[in-house]
């Protein structure tokens, strides 16, 4: 699970409860930066673990985590098990009251866990 800023403290709650309903263990990479972002370590993890998920606050389309996805089917092709799967914000501006719709919230995040995890 690949996230920067406020959302890498959802997925380490999502970490937890995947390891403790889904009896398995997820790799958390907290980015730190985005531009320079730390490649080899995203690479290494999906090389080793076969799957990757980026989440982030912003919309889907267009955003940073479109590009490490892209990024990640470049580089990590014929290492991955399962398609790239991203958790972002809806493609629709938002009034603020609604913010917490908004966000990936644990569960969207728990859900695309379980998707991974249950891919053929």
């Known amino acids: 699970m690949i996230g920067w800023g406020t959302v890498v403290h959802v997925l380490l709650e999502v970490a937890q409860m995947a390891h403790e309903q889904l009896g398995v263990s997820c790799e958390v990479i907290d980015l730190q930066t985005i531009i320079p972002y730390d490649s080899a370590t995203i690479e290494k993890s999906v090389k080793k673990t076969?799957?990757?998920m980026v989440v982030h606050e912003a919309p889907l389309t267009q955003?940073?985590?479109a590009e490490l996805a892209a990024r990640l089917q470049e580089e990590c092709?014929?290492?991955l098990e399962a398609p790239i799967q991203r958790v972002a914000g809806w493609d629709t501006?938002?009034?603020y009251i609604y913010e917490?719709?908004?966000l990936p919230d644990k569960w969207r995040c728990f859900d695309t866990v379980k998707k991974l995890v249950e891919y053929m």
Do not use: D, I, S, V
């Open 50 to 52: 076969g799957k990757a």
């Open 63 to 65: 955003g940073f985590g």
């Open 77 to 79: 092709f014929l290492h």
């Open 93 to 95: 501006p938002f009034a």
């Open 100 to 102: 917490p719709f908004y």
